[in-house]
């Protein structure tokens, strides 16, 4: 509460009159600045059995962690990670070659209507898989 007004809780300037002992009014100003609360938030996806360090925890489970820190005005900055652990990630690939010509991926030539997949090693340990249909 400011001077018997309602908690006060945006920017602006507030003023209020007291009567002072003597008889005489005294005007009492304040300029509040209210700081907003930055919320930060990341989507990772990390190779099942790897970590990832997020507030000084080593995680390695798919859930949804929350961190704070303090602003450089002292309030609450908040940061909300959404990591998600994954066996696999996937790239569709997309080309265009002209008619009577091949197209090379993954020491394959893909021709006709076959459908190819196949594998790498990505550098979480996960493998990543490419396919063509």
């Given amino acids: 509460?400011?001077?018997g007004r309602d908690t006060l809780t945006a920017s602006g300037v507030y003023t209020d009159t007291l009567a002072a002992s003597g008889g005489c009014d005294s005007i009492v100003t304040l300029t509040l600045t209210v700081?907003?609360?930055p919320v930060t938030e990341w989507h990772v996806d990390i190779c099942e059995g790897s970590a990832y360090v997020f507030g000084g925890d080593t995680l390695s489970e798919s859930g949804v962690y929350i961190d704070t820190l303090k602003t450089v005005h002292g309030c609450d900055s908040i940061l909300v990670l959404s990591l998600k652990t994954v066996q696999y990630f996937e790239t569709p690939l997309q080309a265009a070659i002209c008619s009577g010509e091949a197209y090379?991926?993954?020491?394959m030539a893909?021709?006709?209507k076959r459908h190819l997949h196949g594998y790498f090693d990505a550098a979480g340990g996960c493998d990543s898989i490419w396919y063509w249909s």
């Fill in 1 to 3: 509460m400011w001077f």
């Fill in 110 to 112: 893909p021709t006709g």
């Fill in 35 to 37: 700081y907003p609360r």
């Fill in 104 to 107: 090379t991926f993954g020491g």
